[in-house]
């Protein structure tokens, strides 16, 4: 689905279903993006026509660049924030509870909420400019939608890492080490080769054994529902302070978001 700005779009092909968003500020994710993006993950996953999931982004630059800045600013109320944020926590559900395995395809620096997106993938290829950085803390927020996803992923002491330090990148190798990536490549065409050679191997294997799989990788997360629900009011109440407003008129205010 096409808006005034950016998309969310989905092919099917043998099997292999592709969800691509974009967003011009770098991919980052407004509400209409994540609505969109969660919708076409719930509907893919329980279509019998796809046996496997690539999610990516479009462009050879940013994956994704989290949160929308000019949406963040416009939050007038903590309702609105926790229903703002709620997109983040749906799209990470919509991955959780999708039947499908979901391959992340990464072709760039991901940030906060992307870092969570690339988190709840099941299998993440990415190129080695794919550095990642969770900046929540530095505005003021602090990643309480994605941490239990990150968290998941690369244990309690890398999302620490990420949480605390949110001014600085961590490279791809550092990801690929703690978990994140499974696989990391010099440039996007091997990139775009493995995610090809794994997605049409998957669709060739058996649905319901992957789906068990998937069951047993996301076991433990059942409660994920109320949690994020409630990490987004967290996040929808400290979105509102000075602290938050001007840091983030800061970062506008800078020539170009580093991303």
Not at 199 to 221: E, R, V, Y
Request: glycine share 8%; charged share 25%; net charge neutral.
């Amino acid at each position: 689905m096409k808006h005034a700005e950016g998309y969310v779009n989905h092919s099917i092909e043998h099997g292999i279903a592709t969800i691509e968003f974009f967003h011009p500020s770098s991919n980052s994710l407004p509400s209409a993006i994540l609505t969109d993006l969660a919708k076409n993950i719930n509907d893919i996953g329980i279509d019998d026509r796809v046996k496997v999931i690539i999610l990516r982004s479009e462009g050879d630059r940013a994956f994704c660049a989290g949160a929308s800045f000019d949406e963040l600013m416009a939050i007038n109320s903590e309702e609105a924030g926790k229903k703002f944020f709620s997109g983040f926590a749906h799209v990470i559900n919509a991955m959780r509870k999708c039947h499908k395995l979901i391959i992340g395809r990464v072709q760039g620096k991901a940030v906060g909420g992307g870092v969570g997106v690339i988190a709840a993938t099941d299998y993440a290829i990415a190129t080695e400019d794919a550095s990642v950085k969770l900046s929540e803390l530095a505005v003021g927020i602090g990643p309480f939608v994605v941490g239990p996803a990150v968290e998941r992923k690369i244990g309690v002491a890398g999302f620490s890492q990420l949480a605390i330090d949110a001014t600085e990148w961590r490279s791809a190798e550092w990801a690929k080490r703690h978990g994140l990536y499974s696989e990391i490549y010099k440039n996007i065409s091997d990139v775009d080769d493995s995610v090809s050679s794994l997605a049409n191997k998957l669709a060739h294997s058996s649905p319901d054994a992957m789906a068990q799989l998937k069951k047993i990788f996301w076991q433990g997360t059942d409660h994920w529902d109320t949690l994020l629900s409630d990490r987004a009011a967290i996040s929808g109440r400290l979105v509102l302070s000075d602290f938050t407003r001007n840091a983030i008129n800061k970062f506008k205010a800078k020539p170009a978001r580093q991303s």
